[in-house]
């Protein structure tokens, strides 16, 4: 025997099938967009000069171990090490130059074989015209390697839609407590 619905659910359904009917357009999951619609403009290839004080010894350290695997301290790379960074980004080598940004982010010891760094951090700015601007690297750096190449994924600010690379080249090294100042050349392209 075949029940029928009261007649209010006919109701609702209709209200609900009309309304989907009008409104559904507005709640798109995806659309295509212009650039010029978001305000965007020509692109621009920008080259960016500082340097990365990772300070990991003393009273005032900007690096500091958070977590390590149970082999890290018999390992050869340090494998498994986590190391959460505020370093200063500077205008010249000397700790005391000028504050240009701030390194944030976390660098881990991600190989077996290698001293090889998986970075991910924000360059955040805090100078000039890229003041609150910020960008985000993700990859690899092979630390004892003349010079490193790891890419540039995004930012924010005036750095929207960023992508390209930055090259790191150790300009000093303290073997002993392993504080280094790194020279970093960023090219990156954005709006």
Same mark, same amino acid.
């Given at each position: 025997?075949?029940?029928?619905?009261?007649?209010?659910?006919?109701? +609702?359904?209709?209200?609900?099938?009309?309304?989907?009917?009008?409104?559904?357009?507005?709640?798109?999951?995806?659309?295509?967009?212009?650039?010029?619609?978001?305000?965007?403009?020509?692109?621009?290839?920008?080259?960016?000069?500082?340097?990365?004080?990772? +300070?990991?010894?003393?009273?005032?350290?900007?690096?500091?171990?958070?977590?390590?695997?149970?082999?890290?301290?018999?390992?050869?790379?340090?494998?498994?090490?986590?190391?959460?960074?505020?370093?200063?980004?500077?205008?010249?080598?000397?700790?005391?130059?000028?504050?240009?940004?701030?390194?944030?982010? +976390?660098?881990?010891?991600?190989?077996?074989?290698?001293?090889?760094?998986?970075?991910?951090?924000?360059?955040?700015?805090?100078?000039?015209?890229?003041?609150?601007?910020?960008?985000?690297?993700?990859?690899?750096?092979?630390?004892?390697?003349?010079?490193?190449?790891?890419?540039?994924?995004?930012?924010?600010?005036?750095?929207?839609?960023?992508?390209?690379?930055?090259?790191?080249?150790?300009?000093?090294?303290?073997?002993?407590?392993?504080?280094?100042?790194?020279?970093?050349?960023?090219?990156?392209?954005?709006?």
């Amino acid at each position: 025997m075949a029940q029928t619905l009261p007649q209010h659910k006919y109701t +609702i359904l209709t209200i609900l099938l009309f309304s989907f009917l009008l409104h559904g357009e507005s709640h798109k999951f995806s659309r295509k967009l212009s650039p010029k619609s978001l305000g965007l403009k020509k692109q621009k290839l920008s080259h960016l000069h500082f340097y990365f004080q990772d +300070i990991v010894g003393g009273d005032h350290p900007t690096a500091l171990r958070v977590a390590q695997s149970s082999i890290t301290n018999t390992s050869s790379t340090l494998f498994g090490l986590a190391v959460m960074i505020d370093d200063a980004l500077t205008v010249g080598p000397e700790r005391t130059s000028k504050i240009v940004g701030r390194a944030q982010g +976390i660098y881990a010891s991600a190989d077996l074989n290698q001293a090889a760094l998986m970075m991910v951090m924000n360059y955040v700015f805090l100078e000039g015209k890229y003041n609150g601007s910020t960008l985000s690297i993700l990859g690899r750096n092979q630390v004892f390697l003349p010079v490193r190449e790891m890419p540039i994924v995004g930012g924010s600010g005036l750095f929207r839609f960023a992508r390209g690379y930055a090259l790191a080249k150790t300009h000093f090294l303290n073997m002993s407590n392993g504080d280094a100042t790194v020279e970093y050349n960023v090219y990156v392209q954005h709006y």
